[in-house]
């Protein structure tokens, strides 16, 4: 999130796999014939074996799609990889504009070796005849018309550069200029569909997996068992992993490019940015203190996705124990 806020503002998504600003959602990708999670495709088995036999399908598929997704050019999906592309952009512009260029000085070298020719040749020929006359004249008028087409053709170049340069700058300055953010990690139970806690970091982009690791000994339930998160370099730190095995719960990463594999989260997400539209905040303090009462509100709000209908998650997580 960014560190100030005016209300009403469309607000953009960050994406804890990469850690980079999504501006706008790309098309989504076809359905794969084989993916980990078809274990769950067998009712008759119990969720915390289907949970294993799913982390273990990942990590067999994890070594070719690791291989697969190097290969993959990456998302301009930032502020600064938006304004990287377009001086890249603008770069490609001015490098098309050198070549042009260079072919017009060979071009008016050309004209001015010809002009030079023609006069040497007049000094040089002692009264010419009629027809040779002629001749000079019509080749003369050919090349002259060459050189007019030329200029015209120049001048129509020149004017769709300058457009294109327009628009490029045009589009850097729309670019949003952003000097502070803030992530918030979002920790939700898959079950009861409670928010367990927001914890919010104010270095923005350069949160550490320690940081991560930190805030989630505050929050992680004693009898947790698993804990499934997307690949973001945060979760595949060392230091996740001995967080993992401490706390004695099985790391579950969802696979990659599949952020519906981890949807109640993802919906999570995607509330707590609609709730925060109309909200204006000036700094962490302000951001914290909306955050609090989001997870109070939402908490204690229905939920349509609960099993029973009309309960709020705080509800259901009472009433669970009776069912």
Same mark, same amino acid.
């Given at each position: 999130?960014?560190?100030t ?14 850690g980079?600003? &999504? ?5 989504? !990708?076809?359905?794969?014939k ?14 915390? @074996? ?8 990942s ?22 990889d ?8 603008? @770069? ?25 020719? @023609? ?23 050919? &090349? ?16 769709e ?16 200029? &952003? ?6 990690? &979002? ?26 690791? @930190? ?26 992993? !001995?967080?993992?095995?401490q ?14 594999? *981890? ?21 962490? !303090? ?10 109070? !509100?939402? *908490? ?13 998650? *705080?509800e259901?997580? *009472? ?5």
């Open positions: 999130m960014p560190a806020h005016e209300a009403e503002q469309k607000l953009p998504a960050v994406s804890g796999s990469s980079r600003l &999504v501006i706008e959602p790309g098309p989504a !990708e076809p359905t794969a084989d993916w980990p999670g078809r274990v769950f495709e067998d009712d008759s088995r119990d969720y915390a @074996e289907a949970m294993r036999g799913f982390v273990a399908a990590q067999a598929k994890a070594e070719p799609d690791r291989a697969e997704n190097a290969a993959e050019p990456l998302a301009v999906d930032s502020v600064p938006q304004k990287r592309a377009l001086r890249q952009a603008e @770069e490609a512009r001015r490098a098309e504009r050198r070549v042009v260029r260079q072919r017009r000085e060979v071009e008016d070298a050309a004209w001015r070796e010809w002009r030079a020719q @023609e006069k040497e040749q007049a000094l040089a020929t002692d009264s010419p005849s009629v027809a040779e006359r002629a001749i000079g004249r019509e080749r003369r008028r050919i &090349v002259r018309q060459q050189r007019r087409e030329t200029m015209a053709r120049r001048y129509q170049e020149d004017a550069w300058r457009q294109k340069r327009q628009v490029i700058r045009e589009q850097l300055l729309q670019v949003p200029i &952003v000097t502070a953010w803030i992530a918030i990690l &979002v920790a939700t139970d898959n079950c009861t569909r409670q928010c367990v806690g927001l914890p919010l970091f104010t270095v923005g982009a350069k949160v550490t997996a320690e940081l991560v690791v @930190e805030a989630l000994r505050w929050l992680l339930p004693p009898e947790l068992q698993f804990l499934i998160s997307d690949r973001g370099k945060h979760f595949t730190a060392k230091v996740f992993a !001995e967080l993992a095995r706390e004695g719960f099985i790391h579950v990463v969802i696979a990659r490019h599949r952020p519906q594999s *981890n949807g109640i989260a993802e919906r999570l997400v995607r509330t707590l940015k609609e709730w925060l539209r109309d909200k204006t905040w000036t700094s962490d !303090e302000e951001m914290a203190a909306l955050v609090a009462r989001f997870i109070v !509100e939402y *908490n204690d709000r229905p939920h349509q996705g609960l099993p029973l209908p009309g309960l709020s998650p *705080n259901f997580a *009472n009433r669970i124990w009776l069912m």
